[in-house]
């Protein structure tokens, strides 16, 4: 019998075979469809072209918050849940000049930098070098506002009572090295973990207390109604580790087992953990501090694009989520090469299950449409056990 997405996804959260590879899609923004290409699905499928609302309801973030009649044309077998800013954030954006930025929660501004494109480009901590500084900064956000969590309760109950979907837990940006470097400039920080290791531990430390607090605060809320928490922080470049190992594990890597460990104690959700990038570096340390799925599997990258040896070294102890190549196969590719693809991945990455299909990392605007529904379509042809 066929099971329903939620019982699919929960038999590989178990490293058990389903009856076919889960679709993950639409959870957040590392899962999701950026605005253009959005429009472009709807009106492929024979929808009207427009978005309802945006993920974070944050318009600026480019990502919309895909509506149900998509999202089951898309078989995805997850349904994401995600917090808000404050209100006060909000508000303040929303009366902001055309084509000016847009400041987050963290007092990081977000410049257009290309037609409804927002990039965290102004750092409001780039020439910190003390504790002191840390300490003075003026603009740390209020975690305690309940503005941010007053919609999670009756969102992930109804999922809940529903149990049809499994229930994605998608809290904004719970990733301490990369908000690090969006309020010194990534450079900058970089070049302090190295020459000022105690100033760069000491922001990490003071980053990873407020998001232990917006994780309390939202954990608390979703209750036992959750089945995956997404977490994550970008440590792999194109060809290697963005910073090296010995690195990581002196001053990151605590940081990383402590938020999980805290997410594990107050949540029954599997930890689901995104880094971009060549992360084979670091995959013992993920396994080791227990991450239990891994995104998004960057198969351009590196020692990523080496998925039998993933699959035979973590097969064990790591659920593979990702690996359909965004940068060129789904961008510039032919339906029957995105085909062709998808079977290659699902037979190496989904033998014997512990696999969860999904792009690597957003959908793009460049992404045709054609080759989103070449994507869904194989994966429900090749996808299937037994």
Not at 228 to 246: H, K, T, V
Request: aromatic share 8%; hydrophobic share 40%.
């Amino acid at each position: 019998m066929p099971l329903t997405p939620r019982e699919r996804v929960l038999a590989v959260l178990a490293h058990e075979t389903p009856d076919r590879v889960p679709i993950f899609i639409g959870a957040d923004l590392t899962t999701g469809i950026l605005s253009q290409a959005y429009l472009n699905l709807k009106t492929y499928l024979g929808l009207e072209p427009t978005i309802e609302a945006y993920l974070y309801d944050w318009p600026e973030l480019g990502a919309p918050r895909m509506e149900e009649v998509v999202l089951e044309r898309l078989h995805s077998d997850v349904r994401g849940i995600q917090d808000r800013f404050p209100a006060s954030t909000y508000q303040r954006n929303r009366g902001r000049p055309p084509g000016s930025p847009y400041w987050d929660d963290w007092g990081v501004g977000q410049t257009e930098i290309a037609p409804d494109f927002f990039y965290p480009s102004i750092h409001p901590l780039a020439q910190a070098q003390t504790p002191e500084d840390i300490v003075s900064y003026p603009h740390w956000p209020d975690m305690d506002d309940p503005s941010r969590y007053a919609h999670l309760s009756a969102e992930a109950s109804q999922l809940a009572r529903d149990n049809y979907y499994a229930i994605v837990a998608a809290p904004w940006l719970i990733a301490p090295l990369e908000r690090a470097c969006q309020l010194q400039g990534m450079e900058t920080f970089l070049v302090n973990l190295v020459e000022r290791p105690d100033f760069a531990q000491a922001l990490l430390e003071k980053i990873k207390s407020v998001c232990l607090t917006h994780l309390g605060h939202f954990l608390a809320a979703l209750g036992e109604n959750v089945d995956i928490l997404i977490l994550g922080d970008d440590l792999g470049a194109q060809n290697g580790p963005l910073i090296s190992p010995r690195l990581y594990r002196r001053i990151l890597k605590p940081i990383h087992a402590e938020i999980i460990a805290f997410a594990k104690a107050h949540s029954p959700a599997k930890i689901f953990f995104h880094s971009d990038g060549d992360v084979s570096a670091f995959l013992d340390d993920f396994v080791e501090i227990g991450v239990d799925i891994l995104n998004p599997i960057q198969t351009s990258a590196g020692q990523m694009g080496n998925l039998g040896d993933l699959k035979r070294r973590y097969g064990r102890n790591l659920i593979f989520c990702g690996g359909i190549d965004t940068q060129t196969v789904l961008s510039a590719g032919q339906p029957n090469e995105v085909r062709q693809e998808v079977k290659r991945v699902i037979e190496i990455l989904g033998e014997n299950g512990g696999y969860l299909l999904a792009a690597v990392h957003s959908i793009t605007n460049e992404v045709p449409p054609q080759n989103i529904m070449a994507m869904i379509e194989a994966a429900l042809e090749f996808g299937r056990y037994g």
